[in-house]
Nanobody
């Protein structure tokens, strides 16, 4: 079983910065990709950024140039640096991890962390 836990959410002013962190733990044999999703009230959950085990990254168009995803393979952690925050970035941010345990494929979600953008 693999657990995913986010941290670092909170209040950020428009134009400000915030850093989210996520840690995956448990019976992980190989962690292929880690991603950040977000869901604003009344909207569907959307993919924000992904980083694979070879550090390839991809971003939603709405966050390109403002968000940076990074990971520590040794610690099974991923970070999301949010810069130049705007009102549309306010949402619950979820971490998603996929890979292999010693027995099977896993796809695990965290419980989410709230990001509020307000002056």
């Amino acid at each position: 079983q693999v657990q995913v836990v986010e941290s670092g959410g909170g209040l950020v002013q428009p134009g400000g910065s915030l850093r989210l962190s996520c840690a995956a733990s448990g019976s992980i044999f190989s962690l292929y990709a880690m991603s950040w999703y977000r869901q604003a009230p009344g909207k569907e959950r959307e993919l924000v950024a992904t980083i694979t085990n070879d550090n390839s990254t991809s971003y939603a168009d709405s966050v390109k140039g403002r968000f940076t995803i990074s990971r520590d393979n040794a610690e099974n952690t991923v970070n999301l640096q949010i810069n130049s925050a705007n009102l549309e970035d306010a949402a619950v941010y979820f971490c998603y991890a996929e890979g292999f345990t010693y027995y099977e494929v896993f796809r695990s979600w965290g419980q989410g962390t709230q990001v509020t953008v307000s002056s």
